[in-house]
């Protein structure tokens, strides 16, 4: 597969403006915690798998779980994340496949247990961000680095 093209040199303003949504979702107040749960499904749910590398190094580097980290895929039969983040993923994998869910009141529901309307509005914008990337990435067919164990196996 071949990258088809630089997205920050084509469109340089694009990117800045990626970059200031990026860091508005990042200095919000949503636990990080949550912020790379929302981050690496919604990358998995895009086929996006520069971004699922990145979001998987950022989590570990942060001190999530390998455990936590690989059920992300299959959390719908897992009991490794909390109810609270059960939520965020059903909300996010509604939010991801818009087209087919339509965001049905019962993951938003559900969501509303747990978080505070200004927490929501947190979840949607990091979701709207992460899908924002997973496109960019994944329309300019964006390349992950392979590392040396990778390579070497």
């Known amino acids: 597969m ?9 469109a340089p303003d694009a990117m800045k403006a990626a970059i200031a949504l990026e860091m508005h979702c990042k200095n919000s ?5 949550l912020f790379h749960l929302i981050k690496l499904r ?3 749910i895009n086929g996006c798998s520069y971004c699922v590398d990145m979001h998987s190094k950022e989590s570990r580097a942060d001190g999530l779980s390998e455990q936590w980290i690989n ?3 299959a959390w719908h039969e ?3 994340f909390s109810d609270e983040e059960r939520a965020v993923l059903a909300f996010t994998d509604s ?9 049905p009141d019962a993951d938003y529901d559900e969501l509303r247990r747990y978080f505070s309307e200004s927490d929501i509005a947190k979840i949607i914008m990091v979701i709207g961000a992460i899908n924002v990337w997973n496109r960019i990435a994944v329309g ?8 040396a164990a990778a390579k070497a196996a």
């Open 140 to 147: 300019t067919r964006k390349k992950h680095p392979v590392d």
């Open 2 to 10: 071949k990258t088809r093209f630089d997205f920050a040199t084509v």
């Open 95 to 103: 939010l991801t496949l818009l087209a087919q869910t339509r965001a």
């Open 78 to 80: 897992s009991t490794v």
């Open 42 to 44: 919604a990358s998995i």
């Open 29 to 33: 107040g949503l636990p990080m915690r």
């Open 71 to 73: 059920l992300v895929s």
